[in-house]
């Protein structure tokens, strides 16, 4: 049967190369004279250098200006130079996927980063795919256990489920992602860690994420040294990756840091072909993409993607428009306060900035009635905190108040957790409902 497919498509195989020639370099653009190609397309450019031979450097059509490629380059583009052969592939970028790759550390092209070979019987899938038909979503209507209380318990996550880390830098971000990955029952993990320092992936790898999360993860890392596409193609291959798995039944757990530096990475091509700068210097672009990449994850018929998306905010601020933008495309955010790092609460989740769209819907409603009294009863103290230390609220003013205040330490202790602690979905609800119980003794 495979042979008779493979016979059957050589009618439509081209047997001719389409070829141009480099015209032009300006700053991380590439303008040539030809290939016949289209947006997206994966060229190959012919480099002769005195110190290193003949070389490729796979650059992709990103734009026209009149009867030029525009190209940008996936590396370096020191070596080209004017009147280099621009050969055509007609494709768009496509990466090898099995699981095979579990366990492994790779590049945005999909090679290992320790420079091995890819292991055998893969299956090439292209990276950026259309988003599932909304009709064939299935409801999202189970629980999926990421193992750390504040989110189990207070802003419980379904399978299919995308949410948000919103934090800025040195909150613990790149921690609470590690922990999911450890403690997760999801079948697998795929974590895509773009524009991180160098120095950080190893760490993430070896610290964070462990020999445990590592054999159950395929993790893709684009540093911030590389070129602007490189950090965007690490995301689309994350999520096609991503795919595969869950065309074929498993709930995968894609986890995205960050989102806001593939934003970043979009607005330099942007600016590069000459878009005009919209909201705080990013391009129309920019904001045309996000939905483009995150709408691609969640449910289909086969299975799920639940994905993690962190959100790197410019000074704390909330509503700077990246995070604006996410915040109104996913499914729920989780806040990362800076006070509550400062005071060494971990991981610092604020429960009353963030929420689960889903909670409602997927947690049987005694579960739901606990987390809200306890939302309640930390609203109060919160609002009168100021007033409590400095001595200024008398006992038995306010019966909410007196009930806050007996039960804030509680409350903050059931919030709080290492990073190496895993406490199941099950546990974290019995605790959260007798907390809520005896919240009036």
Do not use: W
């Not at 990103?62 to 494709?91: A, D, H, K």
């Not at 979009?266 to 210097?281: D, H, N, S, W």
């Not at 955010?333 to 689960?356: F, W």
């Amino acid at each position: 049967m495979r042979a008779a497919q493979l016979i059957n498509q050589i009618p439509n195989i081209s047997t001719f190369k389409k070829f141009g020639k480099v015209s032009r370099v300006v700053g991380l653009m590439i303008e040539s004279q030809g290939p016949e190609s289209s947006i997206g397309d994966v060229c190959k450019i012919h480099v002769q250098s005195p110190r290193h031979g003949h070389q490729i450097i796979l650059a992709e059509v990103v734009g026209f200006n009149g009867e030029f490629v525009m190209l940008m380059p996936y590396t370096s583009i020191r070596e080209i130079s004017i009147g280099c052969l621009v050969e055509g592939t007609g494709s768009p970028l496509e990466v090898k996927v099995g699981p095979e790759l579990i366990g492994k550390v790779l590049d945005s092209m999909g090679n290992p980063f320790d420079g091995s070979s890819l292991p055998r019987g893969l299956v090439t899938v292209q990276t950026e795919q259309d988003p599932p038909n909304p009709l064939s979503r299935p409801p999202i209507n189970e629980q999926l256990e990421v193992g750390v209380k504040a989110i189990d318990g207070m802003l419980t996550v379904g399978k299919g489920q995308r949410v948000g880390i919103f934090a800025g830098s040195g909150v613990g971000k790149s921690t609470l992602l590690g922990m999911i990955a450890r403690n997760t029952n999801a079948d697998l993990n795929v974590i895509a860690l773009v524009g991180e320092r160098g120095r950080e992936v190893l760490e993430f790898i070896e610290r964070d994420l462990g020999k445990e999360g590592l054999s159950r993860s395929i993790v893709i890392a684009a540093t911030g040294d590389q070129p602007a596409l490189m950090r965007i193609k690490g995301a689309f291959t994350a999520t096609a990756i991503a795919e595969y798995f869950r065309d074929r039944g498993l709930n995968v757990m894609l986890m995205m840091d960050s989102v806001t530096r593939v934003a970043m990475a979009q607005r330099e091509i942007g600016l590069a072909t000459g878009e005009p700068p919209a909201q705080k210097g990013y391009t129309p672009s920019v904001f045309a993409i996000l939905p483009k990449l995150l709408e691609r994850t969640g449910t289909n018929k086969h299975g799920s993607i639940t994905a993690f998306y962190t959100v790197l905010v410019d000074g704390d601020d909330m509503n700077e428009p990246i995070a604006d933008a996410v915040r109104g495309i996913l499914d729920g955010h989780i806040v990362l306060d800076r006070t509550l790092a400062n005071k060494g609460q971990y991981p610092a989740i604020n429960v009353l900035k963030s929420v689960s769209r889903l909670m409602n819907h997927i947690s049987v409603d005694e579960h739901v009635k606990a987390a809200s009294r306890l939302r309640e009863l930390y609203y109060t103290y919160s609002k009168s905190e100021d007033l409590i230390n400095i001595g200024a609220y008398k006992k038995g003013t306010s019966r909410e108040i007196d009930e806050a205040i007996q039960n804030e330490p509680l409350i903050t202790n059931f919030l709080k957790q290492s990073y190496q602690d895993k406490v199941s979905l099950e546990q974290t609800v019995r605790d959260l409902i007798a907390l809520s119980n005896g919240g009036g003794s």
